[in-house]
Every structure is written in C-alpha cells, then in structure tokens.
C-alpha cells in the first residue's frame, strides 16, 4: 500500500505546481447533516479558494488551487465526512480557473427537479455534552442543546429543503447570540437548524395535578425528584412521550402495567451513559455483546436486546418470563440530564395505548394517559411527526432490526432496477410501515404500529401523505397486502389508485431480494403467525423458490385447522388443541369445557386451515406448560425461547413427503409426545423443540436441492426474530453447504413487508 507523501513534500510540491479548477457534484446523504460547513472547513484547511451549495438536494462543489491538494481534499471529503454523512461522488468535471481568493458558502439553489435525502434524527454528540456539563457555557444543562452534527431531524421537518422556516423551530426567533453562530460558517453551527439556548429556544414545564411548573431548571427538578418518589412521569422526547419510572422499583413497575394495560410484554430500560465507553451501568445489569455495544454509543441510540446478569438489581417485572431486556442510551440533552440526575435505570417505556403509535401533544397526552402518569414534563419544541424507538437483536452476529424508528427511518435502499411509475406500498396490518418508490429509490417509514385502532389509521394515512410530500413524489399505484380485511388493504382500495395486491409471505420472501440483489434464485423460508396464501388458506411455515415476481411453494408443514380463528392469536392453548385433535391425542392440560369448541372444528366452523410455524410455537408453549394464555402477540414463543436458554437437546427427526400438489410437507406430530413428557424437564423440551425445527429446515431445503438444483437460502418472517432458532438453522444450513440470509437492515417480521410488496409489484409496473 502506499503511503502519504510527508507534509513537507506536500507544502514543497504544492508551492510549484500551477493551480487548476474542478466541480464536484456530491450525492447522498448530505442534506441536514453539517456536510456545507464540513467543506468549508476541509477546503481553508488545504488551502483551496471556491464555493460550495446545495443543489436540490445535491451538493455542488466548485474548487481551485494545487492539484495535489485537491486531490487530498477529495480523499477527505468522502473518506472522513462528518459521522451522519453518508456522500458518494456522482461526477466530476474540470474548470476553468477564475483566480478566486478565499471560499464561501452560497445559498442553496431550490429549482428545478430535486432529490433530497430526508435526514433522520440523532442523538447529542459529544461536543453538546461537553458544552452541556461545562458551568461557564451559556447553554450549560440546557436541555435542548444540539449543532449541526446533532439533534431532531425528521421529526421537526415541516417540508424540505431543510432550512429552519420548513421546521418546527419556525416559531423561535434567534436571540443575538444564536444568530451569530447561525450565520458564521466557521462556527458547528453554522445552519444549525433547531439551534437553540436558554433564551430563545424551547423550554420545559411540568404538570402534576394543580401544579405547574414553567421554569426549565425547576421542572427538570420536579421530574427527578417524582421518579426518585417511585411516581410514573410522562416525559416528552424527540418524537414522543416515554413513560418513565424506577427500574429497580417493583411497585411502580407494578402501576405501571396495571394502569397501561401492559401485564406481560417487556419494557425498555434507560440507562446512564457512564464510563470511558459509556456503557458501564448497563454492563453491570447486562451482558453486552461486541455487536450490540456498537449499535447503542452508535449515532441512532436503538433500544438493543440483551442478556440481563442474575444480579441485575432490575425488578423482575421489566421483562416477566424472559432472559433479556431493552437497553437504550440516553440519545437527548433531556434524556442525558434526567437519567443523570436520576442516576440509575429507568422504564422507559413508548407513551401510547398498546399498539398505536407514540403520542406526541401535551394535550394529548394528558387527555390520553391521565389515568397512568402520575405527572408530565413538557417541552414547547412541537413534534411534527411520531417516531417510535428503534429496536434490535443481536441475532448470529449482527444487529437485526426488529422496528425501524427514530434514528433509523425513514431508511432509503437502491432499487435493483429503476421503476417507470413512482409506487406507494402500504404494509401489512399488524408493525405496520409503508414504502415509496420511484426511479431507483425506495424509502421506509418509521414504524407505525397496529392498524386495529382509529388513531394508528389516522398516523398511517398522514405518514402516507407526509411521505409523498417530503420528496415531492405522487404515487401513481399502490400496493397491498391481498388480505382483504387488512387495514391498510382497505385504505388501498379506496385511494383511487390502481392497486396491486401482493400475498403476505410472496412480500416477506420479496424484501430479502431488496437487501440481496446480487441473489440470483432464492429458497425463502417464510415463516410467521398466518398470512393470506395463495390458496385462500393461511400460510405460514412455508418454503418458497424462486425470485420476486415468480415464486412456487415448495415445501411447507403439515396443515392443521385453529379452533377459533384469530383469537389462536392470543390463546396458545388453541393452537395446541389443535394439533391434538389433529393427531387424535388428548391433552390434559386443555380447559375444562371444550367440547362446543371440539364440535365447531369438527365442522369447519371458525376453523380454518393453518400452516403456520408461529402457531406451532404457540402450541408448544402451552403443551410444555410455559403458557397457556397470552397478553400479547408472541408471548409463548419468547418465553419458549428463554426458557430453554443454556440448554442443548437433539432434534427429533420429523417425516417429510411429498404431498398430491407436489410441496414437501413436514410432519409435526412426532413433536407432540416430546412436549406433553412430563418426565423430562421444560427447559429440555423446548430445547429439543427449537432443534428440530431448525433441522427440519435443512431436511427441506436439502431434498429440494436434490429436486430443483441450486439456490440461496433466505430466513424471512416472525419466527426468525426467534434468535435461538435463526442461530441454529443458520449454522445447520451453512454446514450442509447453503449460502443463507437473514434481513439486516430491515425487520424481518412484517415490519418489512412494504419493502417486498415493492420488490414485488416493481416486476408488474417495471
């Protein structure tokens, strides 16, 4: 490799050489992230006179000086961008030189056609939080501080491009001193867009009963001291309210979950950034993998699962059942001062109404959770938009997905091929997200939620119109999920765009193409709760080969019918009668009175016929005895999981044939007596379990290699969240000689099925 000439050999060289000019046209994410201030800065640095604008979303740089040195300038540009910056050079033209003395930042140029890149919003940099916790600063714990290089993005932008009147700082007219700094281009904040201070910027209040609070200082106080008092505040973030209590406090924890209603489903915890790497009061609560601490000091501040110590000191009622929490770092001014002064863990669990999104309005807020905080801080910086916390898993050495949120979304990928209509693709029903395509780009909002509840509809069609707006894009066909009763369905129909209906698990195979491009021919497991098949049955535990646009069902389980329909969902027990009845077995665990039930499925009636591996898990949740009934999707299966932690089983091997269509169907029924043994421990169960669907895996896909030839193989579906399965189907398929994928940058669970309903109707409109 070689090396850098020495400085003196540069200085000695530059000196003699005649100066040139060149433009250069930079792409990429380099809107709202300080990339303007950043070329200022590199260009006086080398000693290069010129310009720099934006340019619809581009940005335009024209230079002149030394060639070497503008070489060196062109490898720093887009060797060490600032850390949001994601630039890539789109060309680069010679010039004619001017003789310009000096460079200077021109104003941005709007017209003509654009391609803006929505920034995302970021946690406070270490610059803010130095100023933050330095006495003679004037913006000294100053919960709203922020520079170029941090802050809100996407939750305050009224409309692009991003300038400060097209966002929510509109309404703060810049003290002197801010002002200065906005207009200096020397200075980190310089077009800082949310710059603020004490005394111009956004303010706290707190509400507690009668009493109210509006100096920033005090509120902040009363917060502390209310969550140290073993109270629940609702507090007001970048792009919603969390709830927060003490994490260590079972009582409150208690109220909390009584109140919400949330008796079960695992909670977020807050922790202090302590330590040279920030991470010391989570490792001592946690087991932090190389990976996941990567991902939590990372830009976005993601809430990551991990294995929580014996002597965690949390109370057991953040995650009830289970081996893991969510841990998130601090990723404001506000969250920083109040975990600090707290000092220690906190909840911090999404202000909402069990599957809408996150409310965003103080009066909102306090109409909507009156009865579940205690108190509410306040902040006057409005919130555009909702933007839930991002969530992931370390899963087989990387951090997957499990929601897209703040930090993360909107998440642009590079289509494949470019589309000749722009497309609206509007999820599924349940972890809802919605796409927009056009030429070659495809967007993924943030996370929506459940579309059962009016309000989650509301946030839905506004993010869909929010989308459009913001990139200056007008779908011109929508996608959909072919379940008719399915929300976002419904609202396809009546947009008066042609729709293109796409089956749930064509669009869960369909992503992993999006992420993969270079795969030419895929065999995906599509595996999940139930999805509308092609058949008109629910699909769910199925294999399908091929590429987007052109899939076949290759394998699949064997079939068995739900006592009950949706409500299996929620009620593992009936997932469990079911495949007992199936196989002729009694259970003795079963309710007592079940016999209109055995009758309604004896005929068909609210029965329909399943192939899904996330009722599998279900049943086996119950039949083993860890649980019976649920208090949220995915309950069973995750407290399955946890509870065969540690534990190694052999796999029970599990029939395949081929069935008079000609999919390969596994048979299931040898699982049954392993599950109801009472001899054997649970944790022994459900390891054996885990292992012999992962085996049953690579049974499929080896018989369908000998069948179809080659291919790669793709994990996609809810079950896959399952990090014990995914690990060891993984590992068998990739020793049986496979090449497999599992999701990275999107979740592999509905929340990326926009992303294949794309992949999939780009083949029809393409």
């Given at each position: 490799?070689?090396?850098?000439?020495?400085?003196?050999?540069?200085?000695?060289?530059?000196?003699?050489?005649?100066?040139?000019?060149?433009?250069?046209?930079?792409?990429?994410?380099?809107?709202?992230?300080?990339?303007?201030?950043?070329?200022?800065?590199?260009?006086?640095?080398?000693?290069?006179?010129?310009?720099?604008?934006?340019?619809?979303?581009?940005?335009?740089?024209?230079?002149?000086?030394?060639?070497?040195?503008?070489?060196?300038?062109?490898?720093?540009?887009?060797?060490?961008?600032?850390?949001?910056?994601?630039?890539?050079?789109?060309?680069?033209?010679?010039?004619?030189?001017?003789?310009?003395?000096?460079?200077?930042?021109?104003?941005?140029?709007?017209?003509?056609?654009?391609?803006?890149?929505?920034?995302?919003?970021?946690?406070?940099?270490?610059?803010?939080?130095?100023?933050?916790?330095?006495?003679?600063?004037?913006?000294?714990?100053?919960?709203?501080?922020?520079?170029?290089?941090?802050?809100?993005?996407?939750?305050?932008?009224?409309?692009?491009?991003?300038?400060?009147?097209?966002?929510?700082?509109?309404?703060?007219?810049?003290?002197?001193?801010?002002?200065?700094?906005?207009?200096?281009?020397?200075?980190?904040?310089?077009?800082?867009?949310?710059?603020?201070?004490?005394?111009?910027?956004?303010?706290?209040?707190?509400?507690?009963?009668?009493?109210r609070i509006d100096d920033t200082p005090a509120a902040l106080a009363a917060g502390v001291a209310a969550l140290r008092a073993g109270q629940i505040v609702a507090v007001k973030g970048v792009g919603g309210y969390h709830l927060l209590c003490?994490?260590?406090?079972?009582?409150?924890?208690?109220?909390?979950?009584?109140?919400?209603?949330?008796?079960?489903?695992?909670?977020?915890?807050?922790?202090?950034?302590?330590?040279?790497?920030?991470?010391?009061?989570?490792?001592?609560?946690?087991?932090?993998?190389?990976?996941?601490?990567?991902?939590?000091?990372?830009?976005?501040?993601?809430?990551?699962?991990?294995?929580?110590?014996?002597?965690?000191?949390?109370?057991?009622?953040?995650?009830?059942?289970?081996?893991?929490?969510?841990?998130?770092?601090?990723?404001?001014?506000?969250?920083?001062?109040?975990?600090?002064?707290?000092?220690?863990?906190?909840?911090?669990?999404?202000?909402?109404?069990?599957?809408?999104?996150?409310?965003?309005?103080?009066?909102?807020?306090?109409?909507?959770?009156?009865?579940?905080?205690?108190?509410?801080?306040?902040?006057?910086?409005?919130?555009?938009?909702?933007?839930?916390?991002?969530?992931?898993?370390?899963?087989?050495?990387?951090?997957?997905?499990?929601?897209?949120?703040?930090?993360?979304?909107?998440?642009?990928?590079?289509?494949?091929?470019?589309?000749?209509?722009?497309?609206?693709?509007?999820?599924?029903?349940?972890?809802?997200?919605?796409?927009?395509?056009?030429?070659?780009?495809?967007?993924?909002?943030?996370?929506?939620?459940?579309?059962?509840?009016?309000?989650?509809?509301?946030?839905?069609?506004?993010?869909?119109?929010?989308?459009?707006?913001?990139?200056?894009?007008?779908?011109?066909?929508?996608?959909?999920?072919?379940?008719?009763?399915?929300?976002?369905?419904?609202?396809?129909?009546?947009?008066?765009?042609?729709?293109?209906?796409?089956?749930?698990?064509?669009?869960?195979?369909?992503?992993?193409?999006?992420?993969?491009?270079?795969?030419?021919?895929?065999?995906?497991?599509?595996?999940?709760?139930?999805?509308?098949?092609?058949?008109?049955?629910?699909?769910?535990?199925?294999?399908?080969?091929?590429?987007?646009?052109?899939?076949?069902?290759?394998?699949?389980?064997?079939?068995?019918?739900?006592?009950?329909?949706?409500?299996?969902?929620?009620?593992?027990?009936?997932?469990?009668?079911?495949?007992?009845?199936?196989?002729?077995?009694?259970?003795?665990?079963?309710?007592?009175?079940?016999?209109?039930?055995?009758?309604?499925?004896?005929?068909?009636?609210?029965?329909?016929?399943?192939?899904?591996?996330?009722?599998?898990?279900?049943?086996?949740?119950?039949?083993?005895?860890?649980?019976?009934?649920?208090?949220?999707?995915?309950?069973?299966?995750?407290?399955?999981?946890?509870?065969?932690?540690?534990?190694?089983?052999?796999?029970?091997?599990?029939?395949?044939?081929?069935?008079?269509?000609?999919?390969?169907?596994?048979?299931?029924?040898?699982?049954?007596?392993l599950l109801m043994d009472p001899d054997r421990p649970v944790s022994g169960r459900a390891a054996a379990f885990h292992a012999s669907l992962a085996q049953l895996l690579v049974d499929q896909a080896c018989r369908l290699r000998e069948r179809?030839?080659?291919?790669?193989?793709?994990?996609?579906?809810?079950?896959?969240?399952?990090?014990?399965?995914?690990?060891?189907?993984?590992?068998?398929?990739?020793?049986?000689?496979?090449?497999?994928?599992?999701?990275?940058?999107?979740?592999?669970?509905?929340?990326?099925?926009?992303?294949?309903?794309?992949?999939?109707?780009?083949?029809?409109?393409?």
């Amino acid at each position: 490799m070689s090396q850098a000439p020495h400085s003196n050999e540069v200085a000695a060289k530059t000196a003699t050489e005649s100066p040139i000019a060149c433009r250069l046209l930079i792409g990429g994410q380099v809107q709202g992230v300080g990339f303007r201030p950043f070329v200022y800065r590199l260009a006086r640095e080398h000693g290069l006179a010129g310009e720099v604008r934006n340019l619809r979303g581009r940005v335009e740089i024209r230079l002149e000086g030394p060639p070497l040195q503008i070489e060196a300038f062109q490898q720093q540009l887009l060797g060490r961008p600032p850390a949001i910056a994601r630039p890539h050079l789109i060309e680069r033209q010679a010039a004619t030189p001017r003789g310009d003395s000096g460079f200077r930042i021109l104003p941005s140029t709007t017209s003509g056609p654009h391609e803006h890149h929505l920034p995302v919003d970021f946690h406070v940099c270490d610059d803010c939080l130095r100023e933050l916790d330095d006495p003679a600063d004037r913006r000294y714990r100053y919960p709203f501080i922020n520079c170029t290089q941090c802050g809100p993005r996407y939750t305050l932008i009224a409309r692009l491009p991003y300038d400060r009147p097209n966002t929510a700082m509109a309404g703060f007219a810049l003290c002197p001193d801010c002002e200065a700094e906005y207009r200096d281009p020397a200075s980190r904040r310089f077009h800082a867009e949310p710059i603020a201070c004490p005394t111009c910027g956004p303010r706290l209040s707190w509400v507690s009963g009668e009493q109210r609070i509006d100096d920033t200082p005090a509120a902040l106080a009363a917060g502390v001291a209310a969550l140290r008092a073993g109270q629940i505040v609702a507090v007001k973030g970048v792009g919603g309210y969390h709830l927060l209590c003490d994490a260590t406090d079972d009582a409150a924890i208690e109220r909390l979950r009584s109140r919400k209603p949330r008796p079960d489903k695992p909670l977020a915890v807050l922790f202090p950034a302590q330590g040279a790497g920030r991470l010391d009061a989570v490792r001592a609560c946690c087991e932090v993998p190389t990976e996941a601490a990567a991902r939590l000091t990372g830009p976005a501040r993601p809430i990551v699962l991990c294995a929580t110590r014996t002597d965690s000191g949390l109370s057991p009622r953040v995650a009830p059942g289970l081996t893991e929490v969510g841990v998130m770092l601090p990723y404001s001014p506000l969250h920083h001062l109040l975990s600090r002064d707290f000092a220690g863990p906190l909840v911090a669990t999404s202000a909402n109404r069990s599957g809408e999104p996150v409310l965003t309005g103080a009066a909102e807020v306090e109409a909507r959770l009156a009865g579940v905080a205690d108190a509410f801080l306040h902040h006057d910086r409005p919130i555009l938009r909702p933007a839930d916390d991002s969530l992931l898993r370390p899963i087989a050495g990387a951090c997957r997905p499990l929601r897209l949120g703040r930090g993360v979304a909107p998440l642009e990928l590079t289509l494949p091929k470019p589309l000749s209509r722009p497309l609206l693709a509007v999820g599924g029903h349940m972890k809802n997200a919605v796409a927009l395509a056009w030429d070659d780009r495809l967007v993924v909002s943030p996370h929506i939620g459940d579309l059962q509840a009016p309000r989650s509809r509301d946030v839905f069609a506004r993010v869909v119109g929010d989308l459009q707006a913001l990139y200056g894009v007008c779908a011109e066909v929508v996608a959909c999920d072919a379940h008719p009763g399915y929300a976002s369905h419904r609202w396809a129909q009546q947009s008066g765009l042609p729709v293109l209906p796409v089956f749930h698990h064509h669009a869960h195979a369909g992503q992993l193409a999006a992420e993969f491009p270079e795969v030419d021919r895929w065999l995906v497991f599509t595996w999940d709760g139930v999805g509308l098949g092609a058949d008109g049955s629910l699909w769910g535990g199925e294999a399908l080969l091929g590429r987007p646009g052109d899939w076949a069902r290759v394998a699949s389980l064997r079939p068995f019918r739900l006592p009950g329909g949706e409500q299996a969902a929620r009620a593992p027990w009936r997932s469990a009668l079911a495949l007992c009845w199936e196989a002729g077995i009694d259970w003795a665990g079963a309710p007592a009175d079940t016999a209109l039930l055995r009758q309604a499925w004896r005929q068909g009636l609210n029965s329909p016929s399943s192939s899904a591996a996330g009722r599998l898990f279900d049943a086996a949740a119950a039949l083993t005895g860890v649980l019976r009934n649920a208090s949220f999707e995915g309950q069973g299966p995750m407290r399955l999981e946890a509870v065969a932690k540690g534990v190694q089983a052999a796999p029970v091997a599990l029939p395949l044939a081929e069935d008079a269509q000609g999919i390969w169907r596994s048979d299931w029924a040898p699982l049954l007596p392993l599950l109801m043994d009472p001899d054997r421990p649970v944790s022994g169960r459900a390891a054996a379990f885990h292992a012999s669907l992962a085996q049953l895996l690579v049974d499929q896909a080896c018989r369908l290699r000998e069948r179809h030839g080659s291919f790669s193989i793709g994990l996609s579906g809810g079950v896959f969240q399952n990090r014990r399965l995914a690990e060891d189907a993984m590992a068998r398929l990739t020793a049986a000689g496979f090449a497999v994928h599992l999701p990275e940058c999107l979740p592999v669970n509905d929340g990326g099925l926009c992303v294949g309903q794309v992949m999939e109707a780009a083949v029809v409109i393409s």
